[in-house]
């Protein structure tokens, strides 16, 4: 990235918005090919009577969504998303993915044509006519800007106490990958970047409804077995959906942060899966759970869920993805969360033996 140093932007400030916020609050102020003034854009709100984003700039520390870690002095809040957005080089997109077109009608006009986006948001939205649209096609399609995306192993919360962890940026144009490397990456917090941009964000939408099973196996006392069974059917679905809706990705992205580990990760200590377990345990709604656990965090399992739904029963497929539509299903008070283990009992998956062939007449 040569020539004038380069200005971030951090379109978000939540959980993963402020650890990630620290890190390139950091890198901007350590490499010489960055501004040191990093924006981060606060959806504001009240903390016992005093405005969030004077908090952030007086103490630099997220009190309600990342407490406990400071910012580097560098990172300044800003409550209007244009006046945070409007100088910067690269858009750095960490919002909850129901809230991303609304921010991008805002931004539209107001950025730099030659801006560029990193999207870190995990999600689908539904695409207008039918199907579900990828976050970071949005974002390109609104802003007409190129977005890359980052995905990886990486709850935010030991991003922010510095414990070792890898992450994946998908980024088809390679003359922009070295750039968002360099912003992202520090020695705890190690990056590969892959050209598989499309896969790359889709394993980061689906491993969310796979959380959620992980988390229905948990609140119903089935065992570490059961759930490594959830993990792995959730995997191999994750591979198909790749396949028929996105095909000509590759199969060595799923082995990458973004893929098998994310996944792992999600399924043992992310929040889809915390309030999933709630869920099966205390047999209140996932809207009440989020509100009761989060603390103004947003799940994203369900929502995908439903978006995934949303497309696979217009394709007429959903007896193809066994898992993700059983999951849809509970997490919608349509199927009790006792029926997971008969919904996948039959999965596809194990019908896929070349050696033994299948009986006639299945007694099974
Ligand atoms: N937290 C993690 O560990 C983690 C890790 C990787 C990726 N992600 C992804 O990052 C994205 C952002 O998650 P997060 O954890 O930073 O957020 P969060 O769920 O912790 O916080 C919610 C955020 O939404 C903001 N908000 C509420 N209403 C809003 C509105 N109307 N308009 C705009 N913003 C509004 C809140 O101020 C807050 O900053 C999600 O897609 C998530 O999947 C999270």
Redesign the pocket.
């Known amino acids: 990235m040569p020539g004038k140093p380069k200005r971030a932007c951090i379109v978000?400030?939540?959980?993963?918005?402020?650890?990630i916020a620290k890190i390139v609050g950091t890198n901007a102020a350590r490499l010489p090919q960055f501004d040191d003034r990093v924006t981060m854009y606060?959806?504001e709100?009240l903390i016992n009577g005093k405005k969030l984003t004077d908090i952030i700039n007086d103490t630099h520390e997220n009190v309600k969504?990342l407490p406990g870690h400071k910012l580097p002095p560098n990172v300044v809040a800003v409550p209007d998303v244009v006046e945070a957005a409007k100088d910067a080089d690269i858009l750095i997109f960490?919002?909850?993915?129901q809230?991303v077109r609304?921010?991008c009608s805002t931004l539209l006009g107001k950025i730099k044509p030659t801006a560029i986006g990193l999207s870190?948001?995990?999600?689908f939205d539904r695409a207008e006519g039918g199907g579900i649209e990828l976050i970071s096609h949005i974002i390109t399609r609104q802003l007409k800007i190129q977005c890359a995306v980052l995905?990886g192993a990486?709850?935010?919360?030991e991003v922010a106490d510095e414990k070792f962890c890898e992450t994946t940026i998908g980024c088809r144009d390679s003359r922009l990958a070295p750039g968002l490397r360099d912003l992202i990456q520090t020695e705890y917090f190690r990056v590969v970047v892959v050209d598989d941009e499309d896969a790359v964000e889709v394993c980061?939408a689906l491993k969310?409804i796979v959380a959620c099973g992980a988390g229905f196996v948990d609140g119903l006392g089935l065992g570490d077995n059961t759930k490594a069974a959830v993990i792995r059917l959730g995997l191999m679905e994750m591979i198909k959906f790749v396949d028929v809706f996105y095909p000509g990705s590759k199969l060595s992205t799923f082995f990458e942060s973004c893929g098998v580990a994310d996944l792992i990760t999600t399924c043992y200590g992310?929040?889809n899966r915390r309030v999933s377990e709630a869920f099966v345990r205390t047999g209140k709604s996932i809207k009440q759970l989020e509100d009761e656990l989060?603390n103004?965090?947003?799940l994203?399992g369900p929502y995908t869920a439903e978006e995934v739904n949303y497309m696979l029963k217009t394709r007429e497929m959903e007896d193809k993805f066994p898992l993700f539509t059983a999951i849809f299903r509970i997490c919608t008070g349509h199927l009790n969360a006792k029926e997971l283990i008969s919904c996948i009992k039959n999965h596809p998956e194990h019908m896929n033996s070349n050696l033994i062939p299948q009986p006639v007449h299945s007694k099974l």
């Open positions: 978000g400030s939540g959980n993963w918005g402020s650890a606060v959806y709100e969504y960490v919002v909850p993915h809230f609304s921010l870190l948001i995990k999600g995905m990486n709850l935010a919360g980061g969310n992310g929040r989060l103004g965090q947003k994203q």
